[in-house]
């Protein structure tokens, strides 16, 4: 197969699965058929020849990941199958001790996954949540969180790829048990492991492709596991095989040789020390450059989630004409954004081009070369996710898409109509109250008039 570089890549800012770098890639692709000159793959190899290929290759993995994390000693690292959801079980399972209670912070829909999968097994109490305070998203601080003595453990998201709320620092929970899904946020930035009981995250993002998580759990809490839990989620059970660990049953071999390749290629990348000081830096730098848009369109673009916790890997925003739609996900990971009926009824009319919005950003991104930027289902909008693989050219035709969008569309509707305000507003204003005839919940607020004189986004 051709190297990445020389074939055409198109630019991917998907949420997961993520971008991988090209070097990366090439080094998975190159080394696959036949591993080390030993003319096997390594997917050919067993997970049982002591000191062969395969521990070799999980070792390694583990290995950077102690280095990359400071992982401290007292710390096991462990890679299991079933992803995030697989330790949305795990979690209590393995830490409920004798207790029957847990509390989970709310920050959106996998926190909520997070809390549906450990009511099987525990009463789950919600300590904080995420509310909205003067238009802005924002989370309570821990002071204000609604702790219980009885819980088992406190469990956050680290970063919610779908709301785009993310904890940008580790919390001091003093001797509670906190334990985090960071399946979207690991090697964003420098983590104090020692501040967790536990952290999970599921590949698929930063890590590597998908198909392992790796569980970071202190190696006291491993003797507390419920009799029921199954083998394949016990972290004991993992973090004890011989000679090395996560032998318990047979790994997913692919997924962690391919996440080793990821870590290796971070150490080259962005040094061997301070690796995530370094990433952070280029995180915070990328993330920045997106909101400045945003906050700066004059409301052409709106993400609400106040700046301490607004995500620096998953940025969702909506279209300030997008304000008043409300949207409703039907769960299904097959689901896509649809323009609600309103958007249909606003796009046929030409009247308040909500749709257009979300339509003419994405055909302009798909001519640009740009995939997955849409945004989940239960938001709707755009999101553009900077994961670790993603190049910085990337993030460059993204900023030079948002700006040129914002612009040719403030004026779009004079485009449109070629600026007969009175036949134009005839039309709307006669649209605007078929609309609200079918739609008697719906607060369309947009007339052409508005939209002429909204003022032009500074870019
Ligand atoms: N948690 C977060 C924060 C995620 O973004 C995702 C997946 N996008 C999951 C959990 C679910 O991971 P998995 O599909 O591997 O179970």
């Known amino acids: 197969?051709?190297?990445?570089?020389?074939?055409?890549?198109?630019?991917?800012?998907?949420?997961?699965?993520?971008?991988?770098?090209?070097?990366?890639?090439?080094?998975?692709?190159?080394?696959?058929?036949?591993?080390?000159?030993?003319g096997m793959s390594i997917l050919e190899m067993g997970h049982r020849d002591a000191g062969g290929p395969v521990q070799e290759v999980l070792q390694e993995a583990t290995d950077c990941v102690r280095h990359i994390l400071g992982v401290p000693s007292n710390y096991a690292v462990?890679?299991?199958?079933?992803?995030?959801?697989?330790?949305?079980?795990?979690?209590?399972?393995?830490?409920?001790?004798?207790?029957?209670q847990a509390d989970y912070v709310d920050t959106g829909v996998w926190s909520r996954r997070a809390m549906n999968e450990a009511r099987k097994f525990c009463t789950v109490r919600v300590c904080a949540e995420l509310r909205e305070e003067g238009g802005r998203l924002e989370v309570p601080p821990v002071s204000e969180?609604?702790?219980?003595?009885?819980?088992?453990?406190?469990?956050?998201?680290?970063?919610?790829?779908?709301?785009?709320?993310?904890?940008?620092?580790?919390?001091?929970?003093?001797?509670?048990?906190?334990?985090?899904?960071?399946?979207?946020?690991?090697?964003?930035?420098?983590?104090?492991?020692?501040?967790y009981a536990a952290l999970y995250c599921s590949a698929g993002k930063n890590l590597g492709p998908a198909g392992v998580c790796l569980v970071?759990?202190?190696?006291?809490?491993?003797?507390?596991?419920?009799?029921?839990?199954?083998?394949v989620l016990h972290w004991k059970a993992a973090a004890e095989t011989s000679p090395i660990p996560s032998l318990a049953n047979t790994p997913p071999v692919f997924s962690i040789f391919a996440c080793g390749h990821v870590l290796k290629g971070l150490r080259r990348s962005f040094g061997d020390v301070g690796t995530l000081d370094n990433v952070k830096r280029r995180t915070q730098r990328r993330a920045s450059a997106v909101y400045k848009i945003i906050d700066e369109s004059n409301g052409f673009y709106i993400n609400k989630v106040a700046s301490a916790v607004r995500s620096q890997t998953t940025i969702c925003f909506t279209f300030g004409r997008d304000a008043t739609v409300q949207r409703q996900w039907t769960g299904s990971i097959t689901d896509t954004v649809k323009p609600t009926d309103l958007e249909e009824v606003c796009f046929e009319a030409h009247c308040l081009d909500i749709a257009a919005d979300l339509r003419g950003f994405m055909r302009e991104a798909k001519q640009r070369?740009?995939?997955?930027?849409?945004?989940?289902?239960?938001?709707?909008?755009?999101?553009?996710?900077?994961?670790?693989?993603?190049?910085?050219?990337?993030?460059?035709?993204?900023?030079?898409?948002?700006?040129?969008?914002?612009?040719?569309?403030?004026?779009?509707?004079?485009?449109?109509?070629?600026?007969?305000v009175i036949t134009c507003l005839d039309t709307c204003s006669r649209s605007i109250k078929a609309i609200k005839e079918e739609h008697p919940t719906a607060s369309p607020t947009r007339s052409c008039l508005e939209h002429n004189l909204r003022p032009m986004p500074v870019l």
């Open 1 to 38: 197969m051709a190297p990445v570089q020389e074939r055409s890549r198109c630019f991917n800012f998907s949420a997961g699965p993520a971008m991988l770098p090209d070097l990366v890639l090439d080094k998975i692709v190159g080394e696959l058929g036949d591993y080390d000159g030993l």
């Open 78 to 100: 462990i890679w299991q199958q079933g992803g995030a959801h697989g330790q949305f079980a795990a979690v209590p399972l393995n830490l409920l001790r004798d207790k029957t």
């Open 145 to 195: 969180w609604n702790l219980s003595d009885e819980s088992a453990y406190v469990h956050i998201c680290g970063n919610d790829t779908i709301s785009g709320v993310e904890f940008l620092e580790d919390l001091d929970l003093g001797d509670r048990l906190l334990v985090a899904d960071f399946t979207s946020t690991l090697l964003s930035r420098p983590v104090n492991i020692s501040r």
């Open 216 to 231: 970071v759990v202190r190696r006291d809490l491993l003797d507390f596991a419920l009799p029921q839990t199954p083998m």
């Open 369 to 420: 070369r740009m995939n997955g930027l849409a945004g989940h289902p239960a938001f709707g909008g755009i999101r553009i996710c900077l994961y670790n693989g993603l190049p910085d050219e990337a993030v460059d035709e993204v900023l030079r898409l948002l700006r040129d969008f914002a612009v040719a569309e403030s004026g779009g509707l004079e485009k449109i109509c070629n600026c007969k």
